[in-house]
């Protein structure tokens, strides 16, 4: 029987490092010391920028890209353990800047939208996997990241189908690299085909696989976008703990544990809080700056963690089950979005 474990579900960072393959730096990986003491200053400079004014979640996750392709990352297993806390901490500050009633009118929005895209990806993908050849295992963990929240769910799934590593790790570099595609080219779609804040918000939390990309695009779109993204995004992820049990019954897995992604709960207390505690305005803005901040420097960790090795590994038919079902959800969801918003 499946159970409820107590350890939090980070998102896509934590998740990726799961398997190593996936987090082992490039070809720009540091040979000698003076290469080391280059990509460690490269490091602190980029680091310095995100926490500066002029730094913004796209640039960031280049800046990260470029440094992995480059002089490598120089603190691979500290950036594995921190990427995933300060993603949760910047996700609970961004709480400080959201109204619950707000939310609870968002979170309705996308209610049909979420249950009609998780079980339609999981269909689809369970019948494109089968026309590839792929085995059932790695086609449930690659449709299980496109539904529903990326690495988060893969790293929840993964364990209940007792999932080799070179599954996980194909699987989560295949969600990864779209959705580092995503980050960058969702913003300025948005803007082209002259989307309002709600519709680029909804599309995000639908369309894109991790809560740091999706937090990041909205927020390079606008405050209500980003608003309505976080609340929908997070809605959405709590489908991770029914979606691991069915898992278990489908594959008839017994005696696993399900994570479950607590920090959730602090986003909701922080945006209660925020609605209904008196004075806490004097703090917010400044809760949800660092929040923002945070964010920024997650995803130039994420973009440091992503070697040329991890995009590598993905292999073509994994890599085009992710393609295909990612343009899907992403086609579907925008059409029905423009037509009813």
Known sequence: MATLAQTPVADAPASVSQSSPAHTPGPGKPATESNAAAARIGFGLILLFCLSPWASPPLALGLGLVLAQTLGNPF?????????????????????????????????????????????????????????????????????????????????VGPVLRARDEEMSVALGTVFVLNAVAL????????????????????CAIAIHDTSSVVGAAAAYGDKALQIATTVKLARALWIIPIAFGTALLFRQKDVKVKIPYF??????????????????????????????????????????LSMRAIKSVGARPFLLGLLLWTVISTASLLVIRQLL
């Not at 080219?185 to 918000?201: D, E, I, K, M, N």
């Not at 209904?276 to 963690?305: E, Q």
Request: glycine share 14%; net charge positive; with cysteine.
């Open 76 to 156: 691979p297993a500290q950036t594995k353990a921190f990427t995933a806390k300060l993603l949760q901490y910047s996700v609970i500050g961004l709480g400080f800047g959201m109204n619950a009633h707000a939310a609870v009118a968002a979170g309705r929005e996308g209610i049909l939208f979420t249950v009609a895209t998780i079980f339609g990806t999981l269909l689809l993908g369970f019948l494109v996997g089968k026309w590839l050849g792929l085995s059932r295992q790695l086609t449930h963990l690659i449709s299980c990241g496109t539904a529903i929240c990326g690495g988060s769910a893969i790293a929840a």
């Open 184 to 203: 960058f080219a969702f913003p300025p779609l948005g803007h082209l085909l002259h989307l309002s804040q709600s519709q680029f918000g909804l599309w």
């Open 264 to 305: 959730i709960l602090g986003f909701v207390a922080a945006m209660l809080l925020n609605t209904y505690l008196p004075g806490i305005d004097k703090v917010s803005p400044v809760l949800v700056r660092l929040a923002k901040v945070g964010l920024t420097v997650t995803l130039f960790l994420i973009g440091a963690g």
